[in-house]
């Protein structure tokens, strides 16, 4: 279902979150009272949970902060404005990582940022779909082209990403977050965001990354997802009072200007220059595991990353083997 105009008239009305008459929405849409019904009683095929109450109108269970190219831009600082070729935002898409391989593919440029407002077909790792509910949290993608080395050099860029979105997080004073290897943002064991980077190009030449996060800010509790979950709406702040919602537009803008220059400088500087900063929040070390390759399981304690990104396991007989990818199984209580 696509989102039309009228639609997304009726959403910016209700975007924030109080009640509307229904003979008021449909004067200002110029539309029937039964169309405004309609049109609302759509609003659950896009995630959005509403309420109608006989004398008040229609609200939106959770108001919404919708995204603006002229908020974003004004939160760019000057370096990540001149690394950004296109920024699009979509209303809805199927998913934006597909969004830049399609236009990868169409020679777009390095520095083309795609945001959605919900995505129908969101991707996570392993064909595993993103639950992408409106309005509601942040789905990114980046376009980068790397022009040396081939797809090999930048193995390590989703630990890199990952110390971005944390720094992100950071001067937003979101505390008591760290990383799961190799692209989870955890908080107390619960995931609140994802990173999924699609590569192609030549094996020793020039290649293209489509880097995608998705970051949860508020998901309904009748979410189904199949793993331990948290969103920024829940986590208080350090001390221990409820946290001011954040604007999406300062969160996209805030993210753009931690995510590109460290893209930009990878292939220069590679994961050599993070290592350490990755490794202070890294929140599975030390703690007991199982990788899953395929049909295999590797149980032992995490030792952290080598040199190179790879994830390391002390076995059960006291070696310590290194891991280049895998599915990371853990206790979220143990952390």
Known sequence: MLISDTQKKVLTLLADGEFHSGTALADTLGISRSAVWKQITGLSL?????????????????????LEHAKIDAGLNAETRALISLLEIHDQIDSTNSHLVERSQQRAESGTICFAEHQTAGK??????????????IYLSILWRFE??????IAGLSLVIGVAVIRTLKQHKIDNIGLKW???????????????????????????AVIGLGLNLFLPETTDINQAWTDLSKMNSTDGKERQPLCRNDLAATLLNHLLPVIAEFETVGLKAYLDEWRSYDCLKDKAATL????????????????????????????????????ISFNPSAL
């Open 46 to 66: 896009l995630g959005l949970q509403h309420s109608a109450v006989s004398g008040k109108g229609y609200r939106l269970n959770n108001a919404l902060d919708l």
């Open 124 to 137: 996570g790792r392993r064909g595993r779909q993103w639950v992408s509910p409106f309005g509601s949290n």
């Open 148 to 153: 040396k080395h081939g797809p090999a050099a």
């Open 182 to 208: 190799p692209n989870d943002i955890i908080s107390e064991g619960k995931k609140l965001g994802g990173i999924l980077i699609e590569v192609s190009g030549e094996t020793e030449g020039p290649c293209s």
């Open 292 to 327: 899953f390759i395929a049909r295999q399981q590797f149980d032992g304690i995490v030792a952290g990353i080598d040199n190179n990104g790879q994830l390391l396991i002390k076995r059960p007989d006291g070696t310590i083997q290194a891991f280049a990818s895998g599915e």
